[in-house]
């Protein structure tokens, strides 16, 4: 029986949870919310069929035994007394069992892709199967991807609101960016020949990462990932008052308890763990960058189409 869904919980692919006498599988990878159940957050969990549900259970225990499909081969026995047949469960012939989607001809693919999508005729194809769920899981991903990011945006954007009104109850945030519109009250990161380089952040493959947004980038800001410089014109700055954060310097791996300070909020990787705000020295300049636990001895910073690890470094804290 899968576990009843709890907040606060960190759930991976292929996790399934009850809620409300229903199970779930997971779609995208998050830390539960109080308010993220999973029958509001679509994007997040998809609710299993009542055949999925019950699998392991016999055609007749809780539903009428349906004709079994014609690929199956099996000679259908009617009973004088049907309150007491339960028929074995049906198993697929060998040249069905056997064959792959690649190996069914062109004709037949087509009567199974009905709508843009490939539809219950693959159950008679045996593999088959594992190909509709990665089409699937990977359109699901693509929902998923495009739900966080609009709420990204959307929060974002409020809380930009919250700032310029004067709402906003802390020394610094994240407000909402776009192009090379820095505004003047955001917080310098470094510098790279007398051009001022400012802090920023961006959704990516599911995470948000740290870098570095200046007038005289291509689109406005860069953030780093996976080995890679990525130019971005919508973004976040950090904007505020610049007497309320100092830089505490760090060398080696990255411990955030080590800090004696409260650190200022950066990001997170696609998995979940924090990053924080980081700049180093490189080549005659500072440049911003992240900080995270997992990135062994050092931070990372983009520069020249690449990241670049810095072994010494320093962290945005809170004054």
């Not at 899968?2 to 907040?7: K, V």
């Not at 776009?178 to 802090?199: C, H, S």
């Not at 990932?225 to 976040?236: A, L, P, S």
């Not at 997170?268 to 062994?296: F, N, S, W």
């Amino acid at each position: 029986m899968a576990p009843y869904w709890q907040p606060g919980v960190q759930y991976n692919h292929d996790d399934v949870v009850q809620f409300e006498g229903y199970e779930y599988r997971i779609i995208q990878s998050h830390r539960s919310q109080s308010d993220w159940t999973p029958d509001v957050t679509p994007a997040l969990w998809g609710r299993l069929q009542v055949s999925q549900h019950r699998e392991e259970k016999q055609w007749g225990e809780d539903c009428n035994p349906c004709p079994p499909a014609p690929t199956y081969g099996q000679t259908q026995r009617m009973e004088t007394d049907q309150s007491s047949y339960q028929a074995p469960p049906a198993q697929p012939e060998q040249e069905h069992k056997e064959k792959h989607w690649y190996d069914i001809d062109e004709k037949q693919k087509k009567e199974l892709e009905i709508g843009g999508g490939i539809l219950a005729g693959l159950a008679t194809v045996g593999a088959g199967v594992y190909a509709y769920k990665q089409y699937e899981q990977k359109k699901e991903e693509k929902q998923a991807h495009a739900w966080t990011l609009d709420n990204w945006m959307a929060e974002s954007q409020a809380r930009t609101q919250q700032w310029r009104s004067g709402q906003y109850d802390s020394p610094v945030a994240w407000i909402w960016c776009e192009g090379k519109n820095i505004p003047r009250d955001a917080i310098q990161g470094g510098e790279e020949r007398g051009e001022t380089l400012y802090i920023c952040r961006a959704y990516h493959e599911t995470g948000m990462m740290v870098g570095k947004a200046s007038r005289v980038f291509k689109k406005g800001a860069v953030i780093g990932f996976k080995k890679d410089e990525i130019h971005i014109d919508k973004y976040e700055i950090l904007v505020g008052n610049s007497r309320a954060v100092k830089w505490v310097t760090c060398a080696g791996k990255f411990n955030v308890g080590s800090l004696r300070a409260r650190p200022v909020e950066g990001g997170r990787e696609p998995d979940g763990t924090p990053i924080y705000i980081a700049q180093a020295p490189y080549h005659g300049a500072v440049h911003p960058g992240k900080a995270c636990e997992m990135y062994g001895d050092g931070c990372f910073i983009p520069y020249d189409d690449t990241e670049k690890k810095v072994k010494e470094y320093a962290v945005l804290c809170y004054a």
